[in-house]
């Protein structure tokens, strides 16, 4: 039942995919060609950002098919929208700004391509599957009013004259089909591979997108890292600065207590006794909140392990991770996982949770899936967006799946190399 449902979505999704490249991609084609010509007497200034912005929805359009339908993740390339003036001046820096950017030219590449070889490919992966059942009806009997009306009937290379012949095209119906349901979800995932090879960002404009990136979250985790120092100082003053203060003053009190009044300066005692454990019990949960003890002696499997016990949800974790990851890195990637499994628990209406970490490649792969309601959104909240920020600080990537319903599914990758096996 599944190569049925995939090799049906594959051909509805070909029929579809052709008609956009034949409709959208062939139009904004010409368009594009006919509004940049006119460059030369003017009027194409102001037409090809017109025409440019059109046809960059339509191929972000197709990235997102791409990715939803196909699991083929396409970047967009553009570099980004300065801040024009007004007037023709404004409209000049704006069609230089387009004229400027190699995606545009990649864009108008993949349109004629998408016109052509992807309209080939999407009605290809239609049909094929579509004509397997066409030989059998004409096996049922529908060659007859055909032939008898002095028509020519064929099925490939087969002349339908007889019940023999229309025989032969019922069974080589079912060599179609067979064909279809094993083509028709190869030729479609070769299709989105095909648009993604033009469409993607070209490597030079991947590193700049990067550096931009790596900019970006390092000013965040300046700004993180500020923030929390505040925070820890303000533990400090607030909590156990406070209390030792206070337990100062009370043993000031004591020593002069002592032989005047011994059982106020006991009480005194049991008060300063008190308070000095309230302050260690605050510093070891401070210490804790910067780096988990159970994080820097056991490394991130057990410290992972030690939130799932910790968690409110039924929670399954499994750990390839053979050797320990640098402490930054580690810190991180424990963070993340403490925050996911925080949100799941407040907002998901989860009732299990699964853990997944492991190690290929130079890369920490984590996902977290749980059971609950899905409709989850990186714009919902700053939980995710701080995990993000937190990721983006080691270049790493966040990705969220959660449609409605469920399941929600948060993958994170982390680059890290391990320095030395776990213990």
Same mark, same amino acid.
């Given at each position: 039942?599944?190569i049925?449902?995939?090799?049906?979505?594959g051909?509805?999704?070909?029929?579809?995919?052709?008609?956009?490249?034949?409709?959208g991609?062939?139009?904004?084609?010409?368009?594009?060609v006919?509004?940049i010509?006119?460059s030369?007497?003017?009027?194409g200034?102001?037409l090809?950002?017109?025409?440019t912005?059109?046809?960059?929805?339509?191929a972000?359009?197709r990235?997102?098919l791409a990715?939803?339908?196909?699991?083929v993740?396409?970047?967009e390339p553009y570099?980004?929208?300065?801040?024009f003036?007004?007037?023709?001046?404004?409209?000049?820096? %704006?069609?230089?700004?387009?004229m400027? *950017?190699? &995606?545009?030219? @990649?864009?108008? /590449?993949?349109m004629?391509?998408d016109? +052509?070889?992807g309209?080939?490919?999407?009605?290809?992966?239609?049909?094929?599957?579509?004509?397997?059942p066409?030989?059998w009806v004409?096996?049922?009997?529908?060659?007859?009013?055909?032939?008898?009306?002095g028509g020519?009937?064929?099925?490939?290379?087969v002349?339908?004259?007889d019940q023999?012949?229309?025989?032969?095209a019922?069974?080589?119906?079912?060599?179609y089909?067979?064909?279809g349901?094993?083509?028709?979800p190869?030729?479609m995932l070769?299709?989105?591979?095909?648009a993604?090879n033009?469409?993607?960002?070209?490597?030079?404009?991947?590193l700049?997108?990067?550096?931009?990136?790596?900019?970006?979250?390092?000013?965040d985790a300046?700004?993180?890292?500020?923030?929390?120092?505040? %925070?820890?100082?303000?533990d400090l003053? *607030?909590? &156990?600065?406070? @209390?030792?203060? /206070?337990?100062?003053?009370?043993l000031? +009190?004591?020593?002069h207590?002592?032989?005047?009044d011994p059982e106020?300066?006991r009480?005194l005692?049991?008060?300063a006794?008190?308070?000095s454990?309230?302050?260690?019990?605050?510093?070891?949960?401070?210490v804790?909140?910067?780096?988990?003890?159970v994080l820097a002696?056991?490394?991130?499997?057990?410290?992972?392990?030690?939130?799932a016990?910790?968690?409110?949800?039924?929670?399954?974790?499994?750990?390839d991770?053979p050797?320990?990851?640098?402490?930054?890195v580690?810190?991180?990637?424990?963070?993340?996982?403490?925050?996911?499994?925080t949100?799941?628990a407040k907002?998901?209406?989860?009732?299990?949770?699964?853990l997944?970490?492991?190690?290929?490649?130079?890369?920490?792969?984590?996902?977290?899936?749980?059971?609950?309601?899905g409709?989850a &959104?990186?714009?919902?909240?700053?939980?995710?967006?701080?995990?993000?920020?937190r990721l983006?600080?080691?270049?790493?990537?966040?990705?969220?799946?959660?449609?409605?319903?469920?399941?929600?599914?948060?993958t994170?990758?982390?680059?890290?190399?391990?320095?030395?096996p776990?213990?």
């Open positions: 039942m599944n049925i449902r995939a090799t049906a979505l051909a509805v999704r070909g029929l579809g995919l052709a008609l956009l490249g034949m409709v991609s062939l139009v904004l084609f010409i368009l594009s006919v509004s010509s006119l030369v007497v003017g009027i200034v102001l090809v950002p017109l025409v912005e059109v046809a960059r929805s339509h972000n359009l990235r997102r990715h939803e339908w196909f699991g993740e396409v970047r570099k980004p929208r300065p801040r003036q007004g007037g023709v001046i404004g409209a000049m820096e %704006r069609y230089r700004w387009i400027t *950017d190699p &995606a545009t030219w @990649r864009d108008m /590449a993949w004629i391509v016109a +052509t070889a309209f080939t490919l999407g009605i290809f992966a239609f049909s094929l599957p579509m004509y397997g066409y030989g004409l096996a049922a009997g529908v060659w007859r009013p055909i032939v008898h009306s020519n009937e064929w099925y490939t290379f002349r339908i004259s023999r012949t229309a025989n032969y019922g069974l080589l119906g079912f060599v089909l067979g064909l349901l094993w083509l028709t190869r030729v070769q299709h989105a591979r095909m993604a033009l469409l993607k960002p070209t490597r030079e404009r991947e700049e997108m990067r550096v931009a990136r790596l900019t970006e979250t390092r000013s300046i700004d993180t890292q500020a923030a929390e120092l505040r %925070r820890i100082e303000r003053h *607030d909590g &156990a600065q406070a @209390r030792l203060v /206070a337990m100062g003053m009370s000031g +009190t004591i020593e207590l002592l032989e005047r106020r300066a009480l005692l049991a008060e006794r008190e308070s454990s309230k302050a260690l019990t605050e510093l070891r949960d401070l804790r909140g910067i780096h988990p003890p002696e056991r490394g991130l499997g057990d410290a992972v392990r030690a939130l016990m910790a968690s409110p949800l039924r929670t399954e974790v499994e750990v991770i050797g320990r990851i640098d402490a930054p580690e810190s991180a990637a424990y963070f993340a996982v403490s925050e996911v499994l949100n799941a907002h998901s209406g989860a009732q299990r949770v699964w997944d970490l492991r190690h290929e490649n130079g890369m920490l792969h984590i996902m977290v899936t749980d059971d609950g309601s409709g &959104a990186l714009s919902g909240g700053t939980g995710l967006r701080g995990i993000e920020r983006g600080t080691f270049d790493g990537i966040l990705a969220l799946n959660s449609p409605a319903g469920g399941p929600t599914i948060v994170m990758e982390l680059p890290c190399e391990l320095s030395s776990e213990q």
